[in-house]
């Protein structure tokens, strides 16, 4: 299959579209099963070392979510004093764990046998998870909907609340998937001045 300059115009406003939404954003509109699967369709079609497919995906009920909610608000507020030297910390809006529709636990399944490329480097099954990730974020960007990934959380405590066996399971993300108000024309963060965007300049080893 060969694409066209118009898919490459098109993949380009997709991937600079994305944002990290959060609850500040979100609106109360569900997001359809057809729609679900779509995006978590798009992330099984990540790549993976080895072929592993290393993905396992939780659905969030609301019972759990609340719980998730409270954990997070807990270490939210313990790691203000860690930005206490930037006082727009305490201020911003790092989630969307009870606004969004859908919220999704994404963990990393290690394979009981040897992993084809994994010999040397065994955390790229976990790479390859966050692979997943993105597909899913720019799928949902695609369909107009809005991802945020919450990363203030305790993986420990995620496990438990959702009852996950952190022996088998690694936790790697917590999704929240939902309509929003808008999507910013540029990151949120940036737009804070919270930092800058990097050049490619800058991010070239030379």
């Not at 910390?89 to 989630?95: C, G, H, Q, V």
């Not at 993105?134 to 107009?144: I, P, Q, V």
């Not at 022996?167 to 929003?180: R, V």
Request: with cysteine.
């Amino acid at each position: 299959m060969k694409f066209t300059q118009k898919d490459v115009n098109t993949l380009t406003k997709i991937i600079t579209s994305r944002r990290d939404v959060r609850g500040n954003n979100f609106i109360k509109k569900k997001i359809s099963k057809k729609k679900l699967n779509k995006i978590l369709e798009a992330g099984i079609t990540a790549p993976s070392v080895g072929y592993s497919q290393p993905w396992r995906f939780v659905i969030a009920d609301d019972k759990k979510r609340n719980e998730v909610y409270n954990h997070f608000t807990d270490v939210f507020n313990k790691s203000k004093e860690k930005f206490k030297d930037r006082p727009i910390y305490n201020k911003l809006k790092l989630e969307g764990i009870l606004e969004s529709d859908i919220n999704i636990a994404v963990y990393y399944k290690e394979s009981d046998e040897e992993v084809l490329g994994q010999t040397y480097m065994k955390r790229s099954g976990e790479y390859s998870v966050v692979c997943a990730i993105l597909n899913m974020w720019h799928m949902a960007r695609a369909l107009n909907i809005g991802m945020g990934w919450v990363s203030i959380l305790k993986p420990k405590k995620i496990n438990k609340i959702l009852n996950i066996d952190k022996n088998e399971y690694k936790f790697i993300a917590y999704l929240c998937f939902g309509y929003t108000k808008k999507f910013h024309v540029e990151p949120e963060l940036k737009i804070l001045k919270w930092n800058k965007k990097k050049k490619l300049q800058e991010c070239l080893l030379t």
